[in-house]
T-cell receptor, first 111, second 114 residues
């Protein structure tokens, strides 16, 4: 079983739409969570950390549900520039150097 | 600051050849990492180095060796390349938990093994 699972998509949405992705993780002893963004043929870049209380950064909201072992990313008022692959990352409590990446969810925002 | 740099950007090898992928960071980070990314698989950790002088295995270390040459540089070596090692390789560095544990990635090396 994979440590982290994501719906690969693609999610095709019009500009201005709200879109949400989920990511499930298998290890209940996970301590840290992140969303990274990866543009086509580029390196991943940190989008935001995911805190237990949830957090918001502009149009982006991330939430953690420990009971059901998933994290979510909500994007409001989608822009063309949001088109990318979004990678979920989970780090276990026993080793903060071991990042487990999901395979990513592809988002296409259409004009 | 250049951030994380990787060389080469592209490489084609024949089965059985060896090569070393180079990585350097100028952010004074303690931790460095090597990942491979395959279609539909996400990034998988090959090796990491939590500090200068230490290295540890990740999820998929077989067929690879690493060297943490100094604080700045972390190289990945393929001793006898196999077609299964065709992938995109990313190096990353991090300042660790004290700085939010964000990883900064290099631009990647696209390796094809024939």
């Amino acid at each position: 079983r994979k440590e982290v699972e994501q719906d690969p998509g693609p999610f095709n949405v019009p500009e201005g739409a709200t879109v949400a992705f989920n990511c499930t993780y298998s290890n209940s002893a996970s301590q840290s969570f992140f969303w990274y963004r990866q543009d086509c043929r580029k390196e991943p870049k940190l989008l935001m950390s995911v805190y237990s209380s949830g957090n918001e950064d502009g149009r982006f909201t991330a939430q953690l549900n420990r009971a059901s072992q998933y994290i979510s990313l909500l994007i409001r008022d989608s822009k063309l520039s949001d088109s990318a692959t979004y990678l979920c990352v989970v780090i276990p409590i026993y080793n903060f150097n071991k990042f487990y990446f999901g395979s990513g969810t592809k988002l296409n925002v259409k004009p | 600051n250049a951030g994380v740099t990787q060389t080469p950007k592209f490489q084609v090898l024949k089965t059985g050849q060896s090569m070393t992928l180079q990585c350097a960071q100028d952010m004074n980070h303690n931790s460095m990492y090597w990942y491979r990314q395959d279609p539909g698989m996400g990034l998988r950790l090959i090796y990491y180095s939590a500090s200068e002088g230490t290295t540890d295995k990740g999820e998929v270390p077989n067929g690879y060796n690493v060297s943490r040459l100094n604080k700045r540089e972390f190289s990945l070596r393929l001793e006898s390349a196999a077609p299964s090692q065709t992938s995109v390789y990313f190096c990353a560095s991090s300042a660790g938990l004290a700085r939010g544990n964000e990883q900064f990635f290099g631009p990647g090396t696209r390796l094809t093994v024939l």
